[in-house]
Structure formats: C-alpha cells, structure tokens
C-alpha cells in the first residue's frame, strides 16, 4: 500500500532526544525511523522524556524549526518564549563537558560500570497526556525497552517497538569483557518488555530471528539503519590515494575500548612496516584521546565527514564488544570505503557477493588484513568494487518499504480491533 495516496497517519514518536542526521549511534538509528515516516508521508510528533534538548534554556523558534507537528517536552517548563529545564544535571553537563576538555588523560577502563540506558521516569509527564490525547495518534513508536513506562500514561493505540538491540545479550557481551552494567537484564525481563508492543522494528536479521524465537506471537521486522552520512555512495576506488585509513565513532565504552586495543597492539606493528600510514578519527572518540599518538589525526565531530573519507583507502572497526548492528560501517560502505573489522563488527551484516568487509578473529588476523591491504590496492579494489551494490541494503528505499509494512499491520489491527 502507498501510504502517501492515503490520509496521513497521526504518529508519536517517544523518544530520549531528538533524532539527529549525521551522528552515530541511537540518534542515528532514530533519524532513519524518522527520514521513513517523514516518506511514508506521517505527520510526526515528539516526547522527549530527557533533558538533551539542544540547551538548558532555548527559545520556541528551535522548536517551530524542526520537521515535526508537535514536540511534547516532559523535563522543560516553558515561560514566555523561552523553555528551561527543570532538572539540575541538564544545566551541569555543558560544565562537565568542558572539564573533560580540558583533561590531560588518555582513556583508560578506571570505571567498570557501563550504563546501557535508564528506564524513563514518569515525572512531569501527566501534564502533558491530555495534550498528546487531543492529538488522536494512530501509532506510537518507542526508541528502545527503556521507554516502555511511558506506554502506561498514553492513550490506547496501535504500538511499535524501535528495539535497537537485544540488550541481555549487550549485557552478556560487555560483563564477558569484566564490566558491571547497569540496567541489567537478562531474557525473561526483555521479553516482558517485547510483550508490551504490536509490532518491533529489529536493527539485523539475527537479532529478528532472536526475538521471533522468544515472543513469536509479536510481529516483527528487519529495519537496517540508513546512511547518515549521504544518500548516494560518493567515491570509487583510486591506487593512487595516500595509505590513509578512516575510523569514525561516538565517544562510547565500546568504541574507546576498541580503539584503544587497536593502538596498544596493532597499529605499532602496523606503522613498523608501514610509516607513512595515516589513520583518520572522526567523532567525539577524540574525547578519550587527548595525547598525540604517531600518525593519527584526531578531527573531533565534523560537519561533513565526506572530504575526510575521500582521502582514505579503507576503514577500520575494532570493536570487541556489544550486539546490534554498527551504523559506523553503514557510513563506510555508503561513503565508498570497505572495512577491516572484528566478529563483533560484523556481527547482523548479512553476506553476500559484494560483502565489503572482512571480520578478524584477534589482533594478528587483524594486523595481516590491514597490511595485506596496505600492500596491494588490487585487494582493496576487490572489496571497494562491492561497496556501493552492498549500501543499497541500507537505502531509504528499502527502509520505506518496511514502514509501508508496519503502518499496514497498524491499520488491519484498527480494522480488526472494528470488527
């Protein structure tokens, strides 16, 4: 069904923060639910449970700016014109932001603790549910399980899970690796949560084919991230580009973990055969990394990350842990670049004939890959050849048709529900 020959479906997106184009992550993956609503010509509102909200005090003209009909705001007060957060962190984190600036170490694992996500508090929120009920929403989608305690306060109707992860198994991943997470589950109280929903939206087919085996009476389907970082792939191979490597990713436990294994035992190995070797880090990684390190150029967040990559062979993805899916190597392959990457980087990708990526099992399959590459463009090209056919897994076509197919489901549930 083209839903954009049909009446326009009245959704409410409940989410942590605004989803955001160009930046990794969360964000990322809800800017993709969001770019396939906006297609599948929705009209969008939000509720914003967090306290991220561009700034501590802003005024109405950011909100009359975004793309969205309405934006519901549970942790701000509004006076006048302008909007202030009602919770004290929300006012430090800009300070916290700048000691972390101005620190002299380079990251290391001094806190075990991970916090994967923090359940949503419903305070504030009853004040604003007779507004939302006024809207008359026809469907509800929930960025991750960590929402779910808004579902008791909002008004019946038909309800979607962008799940993001099965978390007991991230937990699973990172207590292997010696960290404590916080929230911790396990299967059974996932699958609690899954209950709760009509419909879930998984970010790689394995993770569908998990959670169709625990809760097989939900329906759901495989939505892969779209590209954030453009629409069209932007380079073809050339042998005559600098031994440059690109890495690109947020500031988080397991890209800093990853990184950091990656320059402890395999680039020194790396710049022992190959010197003139450059690595290329894009992202708030930089964060972590506040000491030079030889032949890497940190850039911080960037605007357009298209410049950078064009001047790169290929790209690197040393993850050691985590589940889901990794955006980061959605944006390689759309960007023109293959990748060298771990099991755990790979892991939700499907093979085929153009798989533009080779997963490593430890550091020294990692280091052989990576030089193999560096000494011969005639392998490079090989993958680089599949990388565009590959992206078309991750394009806003294919992500269209599969919210074509959950607000069908919405609507034979309403003509059920009728009936």
């Excluded at 944006?331 to 990526?357: K, M, Q």
Aim: charged letters at 25%; aromatic letters at 12%.
């Amino acid at each position: 069904m083209d839903y954009q020959s049909v009446s326009r479906k009245q959704v409410l997106f409940v989410s942590e923060r605004m989803p955001k184009k160009n930046s990794s992550g969360a964000e990322s993956y809800n800017w993709s639910v969001f770019s396939a609503l906006q297609e599948a010509d929705c009209r969008i509102s939000f509720l914003l449970t967090g306290d991220y909200f561009s700034s501590p005090i802003f005024n109405e003209k950011i909100l009359k700016a975004l793309c969205a009909e309405c934006v519901f705001l549970q942790k701000y007060k509004k006076i006048g014109p302008l909007y202030f957060a009602t919770t004290l962190k929300a006012y430090l984190r800009p300070f916290k932001r700048l000691l972390s600036f101005f620190s002299k170490n380079n990251y290391r694992d001094n806190d075990l603790t991970l916090k994967i996500g923090k359940y949503a508090d419903l305070n504030g929120l009853a004040k604003l549910i007779p507004k939302i009920r006024e809207k008359k929403f026809d469907i509800v989608f929930v960025d991750t399980l960590f929402r779910t305690p808004v579902l008791d306060l909002l008004p019946d109707m038909y309800k979607v899970l962008v799940a993001h992860d099965v978390f007991h198994r991230r937990c699973a991943s990172f207590k292997s690796n010696g960290y404590r997470v916080e929230p911790d589950l396990d299967e059974k109280l996932e699958s609690i949560f899954w209950r709760k929903y009509d419909f879930i939206l998984s970010i790689n087919s394995l993770e569908k084919d998990v959670i169709s085996n625990i809760v097989p009476e939900i329906k759901i389907q495989t939505f892969y991230p779209t590209s954030v970082s453009c629409v069209e792939p932007i380079k073809s191979f050339s042998s005559e580009l600098e031994p440059r490597l690109l890495y690109m990713g947020a500031d988080a436990h397991h890209n800093r973990d990853g990184l950091r294994w990656f320059f402890d035992t395999v680039w020194p190995e790396i710049l022992l055969k190959q010197p003139n070797v450059y690595l290329e880090v894009i992202g708030d990684i930089a964060n972590s990394f506040k000491y030079p390190i030889e032949n890497v150029n940190f850039h911080g967040r960037v605007d357009d990350v298209t410049k950078i990559a064009a001047a790169c062979l290929f790209a690197i993805n040393p993850v050691r842990m985590g589940s889901g899916i990794k955006i980061k190597m959605v944006d390689y392959f759309n960007l023109g670049l293959p990748c060298v990457t771990t099991e755990i980087g790979a892991y939700g990708f499907p093979l085929n004939e153009s798989t533009p990526f080779v997963a490593c099992t430890d550091a020294n399959q990692f280091l052989f890959v990576v030089n193999d590459w560096l000494k011969d463009p005639n392998v490079v090209e090989k993958f680089n050849s599949g990388t565009h056919q590959y992206a078309e897994l991750f394009s806003p076509s294919t992500a269209l048709g599969v919210m074509n197919e959950v607000l069908e489901s919405g609507d034979s549930n309403c003509m059920d529900a009728r009936s």
